[in-house]
């Protein structure tokens, strides 16, 4: 039976209403810029909602996969860095790279040593020995080869391939990292999961953020190449405007693929898989290659979705990928909107977005005033750092919405439709 | 060879080095994260899930210990200790009844209304955020000192000839407290009937609601154990360098790889798990390089020892409890002590 | 006045009801045991009794007193006790400690009564510091049962206490079960071993389909040709 859908009409008619009402206020440019980034970020709810919603994994290393994927987009779009060529830099690193084969080679080939009859404790013992030795090895080649290229060049530069290319190998990059995650913690409940997610996030940061011969590090890479014409050529509306498109195409093809995925033979699988996993296993799917399989595609997504984030800012900075404002704002966007419903998510992911944007000058003025109040009533002396200390309010405000909604609906607001299946 | 040649021939600066910045530093961020992961393992024993905010849980108690140290300034001087260690017993309270609070407010509706254990835990990371911005709303950013002006920030000195071993107050006063923390817990697990009450929910909650024992009351104590010693590690480590709002952070990766090196559930294991991680994670960044260097005259003269020999960069120092944790997952899911330690 | 009085109670698990009306009475002194083919809802019975799932329909008397949907906690303190089929120790707790546990309830000197259990179990003084996981099943069995009795229950609900046990050792818990059974204790306990269990029960239970089918002394239900074909097997 087909009933109107009456809860989704009205929350787009007030999202709408919202939209409308902060672009009177603030003019166009911002207004665009603001749903720009929103769009970016609903790619990225769209693959957390794969992960979680679908699948039931417990992914908080968003930003890892995000930085991971902006990275790979700034070496491949990012203008070609000839000082760096002509140096001795590349010629370093691909010695550098060559022993890390042999070294890699050389250390699975002894794991693998037991087909000849090697004992295994000390196959053990030899693994770490050459695995112990291809890191110094490699670790030794590296060091001078990164002091060459910074003093020489800066940093590698990229490649200055057009940005989508970028994209789709950030995407890719983060969907390998999320293969090599996912082989190892798949299999782990969920907490552990989640830890070993957020640890994984910390790593590549911690990455990004040091190797300077590879990302400069804290100097920052800008400007990160438009897939459209920039502000200079259009002015802001207009360009953030082609930017903006270009975004929703991505999620309306998105969306198709998704809903159409979903009703598959294989999406009935995957939501089998994630409503009774024992039953599935017993009946013979290989519960956790799906769940891979998922776990991959998810991160791709999210890595897309990161990338033309931190495209559109046209800055790549290693430690600007906050885990608790921005992981967390796009778990917000997935539990409110409604897990596992793609519409729910978008719906979510434009919502949370345009009232976090709002909630800076917000809770300025709110702590202005309280400021105010507070000296004229009490002659109370606001702390000098009262605008910094009134911004993590937000922080707060995302942990009371997380609370929030679990504890009140559980579903968000758009609950994923459960179907029946006989 | 007689003992006075030994001594001789013997490396003792560099060995002094090796105590003061590898052992003694190994076993302070082993002592923090044992008293934290302790707090994790029962919750994880008693709740079932994975309690993220534990490290705002310890800033929260260290900044406890911030607010009486304002308002009671002179409580160090009269007994010639630190003030906030003095004043840390009322810093634990407060922070267990804080613990106890959260609880009934946002996990007991949850758990009464049934809620999956992953959806705690995301409760838990929402709890957290929540306490990161409250800590940050309340204390600002900044970093601040866990001392007043009349405090003495008192430095031991054992001399060996050479260089000294150094220690400091607030570092002793750890050691001190951490032993003393772990003995009680020890008696409380063993000897008390509330202790073995939770160690009996930790092992059979079904057969500990049919015996009688009520759960809430277990519940109770275990947050109130968790968030008093959380205040603990939070204040001794804000004593030992400087308190700040990042420092809750940094520090739940280390601890949860303690509870799970020591297999969840397992307060024993937690305490080892916990020195296990500090002293990996200090000696992974160690500078090998000092001790070696004495042997430079021993060798060959192409063998030049580097100027610095770590395992791992220094920048890169929360790679290591995360690599032990995978480790862990991956060989041992049950932690590495089960079996051995009876609890 | 008997001690239990189970009259005519409906439960079940979420929707479906399990049991559709199950009586049982059993006097102060005396063994009851609840017999019948799997599913037939005697495990249920008992953990409707002590409120472990929710009585819809019908009433559950002890002593006279009503306790239908009373908490297991209020019902331990009034004096039942229960033994669970499985998972019934603490395994990582010693044998005393479980003992201890059994006595939570309790803020007197209970030193008497670890004696007195291992009085009824002797086995367990020599097991008391080892932790009840490292024990065979038949001496868990005998902690499980230890536990319960530490509150100086009136009445001690036991499920299925031989189930996966030798032959040796079943004879030997239900020994102890009499033994418990002659200091004062009344006992209700499912038994899949009917026939033994029978043979000294003062009254028998056999349920089917959530029911009650036949209702009548051990003997009686022994001797009965229709209980013996339909749910006592053949011979042995």
Redesign the interface.
């Known amino acids: 039976m087909k009933t109107l859908p009456v809860r989704e009409l009205v929350l787009l008619a007030g999202l709408v209403a919202l939209v409308a009402a902060i672009f009177s206020r603030v003019g166009p440019a911002f207004g665009v810029r603001m749903l720009a980034e929103a769009a970016c970020y609903a790619v990225i709810a769209l693959g957390l909602t794969i992960q979680w919603g679908y699948a ?1 994994l ?1 992914n ?1 290393g968003l930003m890892g996969f995000v930085a991971l994927a902006a990275f790979g987009t700034v070496l491949l779009s990012y203008p070609v860095n000839q000082a760096f060529w002509q140096g001795a830099g590349p010629g370093m690193l691909g010695w550098t790279f060559v022993t890390l084969v042999v070294g890699v080679a050389i250390t699975i080939a002894i794991s693998r040593s037991d087909r000849i009859g090697v004992p295994k404790p000390l196959r053990m013992a030899l693994t770490l020995v050459a695995a112990a030795i291809t890191y110094l090895a490699v670790q030794g080649q590296l060091d001078p080869a990164a002091s060459v290229i910074e003093r020489e060049a800066g940093f590698v530069g990229g490649l200055g391939l057009p940005v989508w290319i970028g994209w789709a190998f950030g995407g890719a990059l983060a969907g390998l990292l999320g293969w090599v995650m996912g082989r ?2 798949l299999g ?5 999961m ?3 997610t ?3 996030a ?2 590549v940061k ?2 990004l ?2 190797a300077d011969w590879l990302t400069r590090g804290t100097l920052t890479v800008s400007p990160i190449p438009w897939p459209v014409p920039t502000p200079a050529d259009l002015g802001f509306v207009a360009s953030r405007s082609a930017y903006l498109s270009v975004v929703a195409i991505m999620i309306v093809v998105l969306y198709v693929l998704l809903q159409r995925a979903w009703a598959s033979p294989w999406g009935r699988m995957m939501r089998a898989i994630r409503d009774n996993e024992t039953a599935a296993a017993a009946m013979g799917k290989d519960v956790n290659r799906r769940r891979l399989e998922m776990f991959i595609i998810g991160n791709f997504i999210i890595g897309v979705g990161g990338a033309a984030l931190i495209t559109f800012a046209t800055i790549f900075d290693p430690s600007s990928f906050m ?2 404002n921005h992981t ?1 704002l796009i ?1 917000v966007m997935v ?1 409110l909107g409604g897990a596992g419903n793609n519409l729910g998510t978008i719906f979510g992911a434009l919502l949370v977005y345009v009232v976090w944007t709002m909630s800076e000058p917000a809770a300025l003025f709110l702590f202005r005033q309280i400021e105010v109040i507070g000296g004229d009533l009490f002659g109370w002396q606001a ?1 000098g ?1 009262l605008a ?3 911004l ?12 929030l909604v ?2 009140l609906a ?1 579903g968000g607001l758009l609950p994923e439709k459960r179907m029946r299946y006989e | 060879m007689p003992e006075a040649g030994l001594l001789t021939v013997l490396p003792m600066n560099e060995l002094v080095f090796f105590i003061n910045k590898g052992i003694i530093a190994g076993l302070i961020s082993g002592s923090i994260y044992a008293l934290g992961a302790v707090g994790v393992t029962l919750i994880f024993g008693i709740l079932r899930f994975a309690h993220f905010p534990h490290g705002d849980m310890m800033t929260t108690g260290a900044f406890f210990a911030l607010v009486l140290l304002v308002l009671f300034p002179g409580a160090g001087a009269a007994v010639g200790l630190p003030t906030a260690f003095v004043l840390l017993p009322i810093a634990m309270a407060m922070t267990a009844v804080f613990a106890v609070g959260i609880d009934r407010v946002i996990y007991r509706p949850m758990r009464l209304a049934g809620s999956r254990p992953v959806v705690m835990v995301m409760t838990s990371i929402g709890v957290m955020l929540m306490m990161q911005g409250g800590i940050r709303l309340f204390a600002g950013t900044g970093t601040r000192q866990l001392y007043v002006a009349a405090d003495s920030k008192d430095i031991y000195r054992i001399p060996l000839g050479g260089r000294d071993i150094v220690i400091t107050e607030p570092q002793l006063l750890l050691f001190v407290l951490t032993i003393a923390a772990v003995i009680a817990l020890h008696l409380f697990l063993t000897r008390s009937r509330m202790g073995k009450a939770m160690r009996a929910v930790a092992d059979n909650p079904d057969l500990a609601r049919v015996s009688g024992i009520s759960i809430d009351h277990v519940v109770r104590t275990t947050w109130l154990i968790a968030g008093a010693l959380a205040a603990a590690g939070g204040t001794m480590l804000a004593l030992d360098v400087t308190l700040k709002p990042d420092l809750s952070f940094n520090i739940i990766l280390p601890i949860f790889a303690a509870a799970i090196v020591g297999g969840v559930g397992q307060p024993y294991g937690a305490i080892a798990g916990g020195l296990l991680v500090g002293f990996t994670e200090t000696l992974a960044v160690f500078n090998w390089s000092v001790l070696l260097r004495p042997l430079q005259p021993l060798l060959p003269e192409f063998i030049e020892i580097p100027g610095r020999i770590t395992f791992v960069p220094t920048e890169y120092k929360i790679v290591v409890p995360f690599f032990i944790l995978l480790a862990v997952l991956i060989w041992r899911p049950t932690g590495i002590f089960r079996g051995r330690l009876n609890l | 006045m008997a001690l239990i009085e189970v009259d005519a109670i409906h439960a079940g698990y979420g929707g479906a009801n399990i049991l559709n009306g199950v009586s049982i009475v059993v006097e102060a002194d005396e063994i009851g045991v609840i017999v019948g083919p799997n599913g037939a809802g005697k495990s249920t019975t008992l953990k409707a009794v002590f409120g472990l799932l929710s009585v819809s329909e019908g009433a559950v008397r002890f002593d006279g007193r009503d306790i239908t949907n009373h908490t297991p906690e209020s019902l331990v303190r009034a004096g039942l006790s229960f033994v669970p089929q499985e998972y019934n120790v603490f395994p990582s707790l010693t044998v005393e400690e479980n003992l201890d546990m059994g006595a939570y309830i309790r803020r007197d000197d209970y030193r008497r009564l670890v004696d007195q259990v291992y009085g009824f179990f002797p086995p367990l003084k020599d097991k008391r510091r080892q932790p009840a996981g490292e024990l065979s099943g038949g001496q868990r069995q005998m902690v499980a049962m230890g536990r319960a009795l530490m509150t100086e229950p009136k009445l001690l609900l036991l499920d299925e206490p031989t189930a996966g046990l030798s032959p040796l050792y079943m004879g030997e818990i239900f020994e102890r079960i009499i033994a418990i059974n002659t200091t004062g204790v009344g006992i209700v306990m499912v038994e899949q071993n009917a026939r033994q269990a029978l043979g000294f029960a003062h009254k028998g239970f056999v349920l089917a389909g959530g029911r009650n089918r036949f209702t009548g002394t051990g003997k009686e239900l022994l001797d009965d040709p229709e209980v013996a074909r339909s749910f006592l097997g053949g011979g042995d």
Request: no cysteine; hydrophobic share 60%; glycine share 6%.
């Open positions: 039931g417990f908080v190892i913690t782990l409940r969920a907490d552990y989640a830890i070993a957020l640890g994984i910390e790593i911690a990455f953020k040091n885990p608790l967390f778990w539990i702390p750092d910094t200390r009134a993590q309010m937000r922080v707060f405000v995302i942990g009371l919405a997380i609370v679990l504890r559980p």
